[in-house]
């Protein structure tokens, strides 16, 4: 029971200060903003500020009243008996919420929210999922909210999804572990490594089998009706997202940096709601005002960075932010690259087929899930940095996760021979600060950074004298 | 047994080498759910790939990172630097992350010429075993193609019953070993099964036959502390050799190069080899990969430590190993719940400077249990 709790888990204290949130007018001012942030203890005022600036503000309220209707949502679902089933953020969590009887929480949005916004970011919750033994090479990415959760004085989920079997197995791994140690259901969805017509249709057939068990947990027949409404409202995310990655691709990019978190924020959590349509339209808004304002057009943008897998949340304004000072756009990240496509909502199997297709191109289950995990990685990577018009690439280098560390080498090769882009591999813990500061990543970016686009300018000059020296040699004006 | 250990502690043994020397083909692979059967009945030598405690990893770590597991890093040194140029072709399987890392880099560096990926599913039902069924008759038709050999069913089926006589004399050796004068140490039975896979199939059955014969009277333990060690693939056998040193005898395992390639095949007959053989390695796998089987591993260890009267069990894995090194978080609660002392290792592969450390931990486990 929610009441009876000391509120001291990660989900509690996370959901009460999105309840305080909620309550903060759009259009606040400049002058109260800061009056609200003193009042904040230390780490929770410097995340705040950095999602408060004045130019994305109204923007980031609308985002985190979001989070919050995902909060408060899943504590006034529980209280009135539905189900709340945790699962990993490559779950498109549109499907749980076209039932009646469940509500959706995901397990790393949990851990980002909680590392961003607590006091502490969470560090006491990793300690508590190691005090039971765990290895310290397990994913902190979830590790917080389970930690939070294993602890026992916090919400505890009455399932879990478990859909990172085939694309991460230390995901699947300590949701195993929480599911067995809880005394929970667990219900599966394993990506085949196969990305042949054959690999996919044994998705859908592992779909249908994960649908069929969750109805009789549930005790809910999935609604053919409930799920249209809920995919045309996903269809129009995936309209609005779209829109936001053509407008990514303008110089100097409208997008603040922060909008990668806060897009994916949004995919992996209230997706299909309107929620989620009401974030997305204010986040397309205010790209759009800033492409058109003159001032944010002069504004230079130094460079146009593309991280290879995850960014750091730890310190979201000593990264994004202190990114946009600089001017390097940060482009977004491997969690971004989701490619959302519409779904045929003509009946139950196309919508059906159509989320799996949607779960089959969430990020992780379709790079490192896929049959290679380079070469599906790679591919993306190189996708994306080739469309957006990338100088470099950054790979976060998040200690525990094995798979990208593992094939990142033949990653950096590939960009370089394909797409001539340089790649700077980090190390790191993207959700606890005490593995590498952010003012050593900052360094290593900056340095970086500087070198990729000397380079870059070094090569546009011996391009241009080769190509003049060709003119020359066919007796040509120079252009 | 001295010339099983000789063998064991080289990469290219002597057979290998006849075999090759004859005109024979090797192909490698590293995951005990790889259907070697089919390589078998190819006439194709499918040879395990193992780093037998090398603890050297620089070339691997150009490739692979120091965030992964240094069992992967040192096989992956090894297909660099030469050691294995003795393979005619590779076979990948999803066993973990780690060791897909392994295999890409290994065939983007150095290409093999025959590189097949087995597809093995995480949860098994009726979809997946279908897939997997579908997968092995995909595997088969790449062998016989590549190696241009007719793979028959009558070849493949006798293949399989090679394998099931391998296991039943394995098994033999398990319950030799669990019985009051354990007949085989660890660190010797460990190096007879890494020997059986970097030899035919016929071949090792026989030699299994003459060890369970030679040994009938013979005890290996005399008195010592009976442990049971389970966990991350490991073919170092100086590390048993190491546990064993300090006043212990190993009477059981879960490894991946011991019981895991034993436990399973209820032995059911059927007439499709593809069927067989995903049933065969997808039912009763012992392997922390496979997410939906926790109680089966659970009960299976507790059971073994039982039958084998263990003073206590060891689980150990190699560091950034996740599958294992969260499993044998549940084992010990489990083992705990049940009365069974355990202890937990993490350890890095073939690091000869661990050695000490890991000694002395045993050694106070071994204080802890009573012995």
């Known amino acids: ?479 | 047994m001295d010339e099983y250990f000789k063998q064991a502690a080289l990469i290219e043994n002597d057979r290998v080498k006849k075999w090759k020397k004859d005109g024979g083909r090797v192909v490698g692979y590293a995951c005990v759910l790889t259907p070697v059967e089919i390589l078998e009945a190819a006439g194709v030598l499918p040879y395990r790939i193992r780093a037998l405690g090398h603890g050297r990893t620089d070339l691997a770590d150009a490739h692979l990172s120091r965030f992964n597991c240094s069992y992967c890093r040192s096989c992956l040194q090894l297909g660099l630097d030469g050691a294995y140029d003795f393979l005619d072709g590779l076979v990948e399987t999803n066993g973990c992350d780690h060791i897909r890392g392994m295999f890409e880099n290994w065939q983007y560096v150095k290409p093999s010429e025959f590189f097949h990926y087995v597809r093995v599913p995480h949860i098994v039902d009726e979809d997946s075993r279908k897939f997997f069924a579908e997968d092995i008759a995909l595997f088969r038709q790449a062998v016989a193609k590549h190696f241009d050999v007719q793979i028959t069913d009558e070849k493949l089926l006798r293949s399989i019953e090679t394998s099931r006589r391998i296991r039943k004399y394995e098994k033999e050796i398990y319950q030799m070993r669990a019985g009051e004068e354990p007949a085989l140490t660890g660190a010797e039975a460990m190096a007879l099964f890494l020997y059986g896979c970097s030899i035919p199939a016929e071949e090792f059955a026989d030699i299994l036959k003459k060890v369970i014969d030679k040994r009938l009277d013979y005890d290996a333990g005399q008195g010592k502390a009976r442990l049971m060690l389970c966990g991350s693939a490991t073919d170092e056998v100086d590390f048993l050799k190491a546990v064993e040193d300090v006043g212990a005898v190993i009477v059981a395992d879960a490894l991946c190069f011991g019981w895991r390639a034993v436990a399973g095949d209820d032995g059911s007959k059927t007439d499709d080899p593809a069927e067989a053989l995903a049933s065969i390695y997808l039912d009763h796998i012992l392997c922390p990969r496979m997410f939906d089987e926790f109680a089966m591993r659970r009960d299976l260890v507790v059971s073994a430590a039982r039958d084998s009267k263990v003073d206590g069990v060891i689980l150990v894995h190699n560091k950034f190993c996740d599958v294992h090194g969260v499993d044998n978080v549940q084992l010990r609660m489990a083992l705990e719940n049940e009365g069974i002392p355990a202890l937990q290792l993490e350890k890095e592969y073939g690091a000869k400077a661990d050695i000490g450390r890991l000694k002395t931990r045993i050694q106070a486990f071994l204080e802890r249990i009573g012995n």
């Open chain 1, 1 to 479: 029971m929610v009441s009876q709790r000391t509120q001291t888990g990660l989900f509690d204290r996370t959901a009460n200060l999105l309840e305080l949130i909620s309550k903060m007018p759009e259009n606040i001012s400049d002058e109260e903003t800061q009056g609200v942030l003193r009042v904040l203890p230390p780490d929770v005022r410097q995340a705040l500020s950095a999602f408060f600036i004045p130019s994305m503000r109204a923007t980031s309220i609308v985002f985190l009243k979001m989070l919050g209707k995902c909060f408060i949502g899943a504590r006034e679902a529980q209280k009135q008996g539905k189900k709340v089933i945790l699962a990993p953020f490559n779950f498109p969590p549109e499907l749980l919420h076209a039932f009646d009887s469940a509500f959706p929480l995901t397990s790393e949005v949990l851990s980002t929210v909680g590392v961003i916004a607590l006091q502490g970011q969470g560090e006491r919750y990793f300690n508590t999922a190691l005090g039971f033994g765990l290895p310290d090479h397990i994913c902190s990415a979830n590790s917080i909210a389970l930690g939070s959760i294993l602890g026992g004085e916090d919400f505890r989920p009455d399932a879990l999804i478990s859909s990172a079997p085939g694309g991460c197995d230390v995901n699947s791994k300590i949701h195993e572990f929480v599911a067995h140690y809880l005394n929970i259901p667990q219900f599966f969805l394993q990506k085949p490594p196969d990305d042949s017509q054959r690999g996919r249709d044994c998705y859908v057939r592992y779909t249908k089998r994960m649908i069929r068990n969750l109805e009789e947990f549930l005790g809910e027949k999935l609604s053919e009706e409930k799920l249209r409404r809920v995919m045309e409202k996903a269809n129009r995310c995936t309209e609005l997202n779209n829109e936001l990655w053509e407008m990514q691709k303008a110089k100097p990019s409208p997008l603040p940096n922060l909008y990668s978190l806060m897009l994916y924020g949004t995919r992996f959590t209230m997706w299909g709601t309107d929620a989620a349509i009401e974030n997305l339209e204010s986040m397309v808004a205010t790209a759009k005002r800033r492409m058109k304002d003159p001032a944010f057009s002069k504004r230079p943008e130094k460079a146009r960075t593309l991280w290879a897998y995850t960014s750091y949340y730890f310190d979201v304004l000593g990264l994004f932010n202190w990114m946009d000072d600089k001017g390097y756009a940060h482009l977004g990240d491997g969690l971004d690259l989701y490619f959302p496509q519409a779904v045929d909502c003509a009946s139950m199997d196309t919508m059906i087929e159509g989320w799996a297709r949607s779960a089959w191109n969430m990020p992780m289950t379709r790079q490192v899930g896929g049959e290679s995990m380079s070469g599906a990685w790679t591919e993306d990577i190189v996708f994306a940095a080739g469309d957006l018009n990338a100088d470099c690439v950054i790979f976060c280098g998040h200690h525990s996760c094995k798979q990208t560390w593992s094939v990142v080498s033949i990653l950096g090769k590939e960009l370089k021979k394909r797409l001539g882009l340089p790649i700077l591999v980090l190390q790191g813990d993207s959700w606890l600060k005490n593995m590498t500061p952010i003012g050593a990543i900052q360094q290593q970016i900056e340095e970086f950074v500087t070198h990729a686009l000397s380079r870059k300018k070094r090569s546009i000059k011996a391009t241009s004298r080769i190509r003049d020296k060709r003119r020359k040699a066919r007796g040509e004006a120079k252009s």
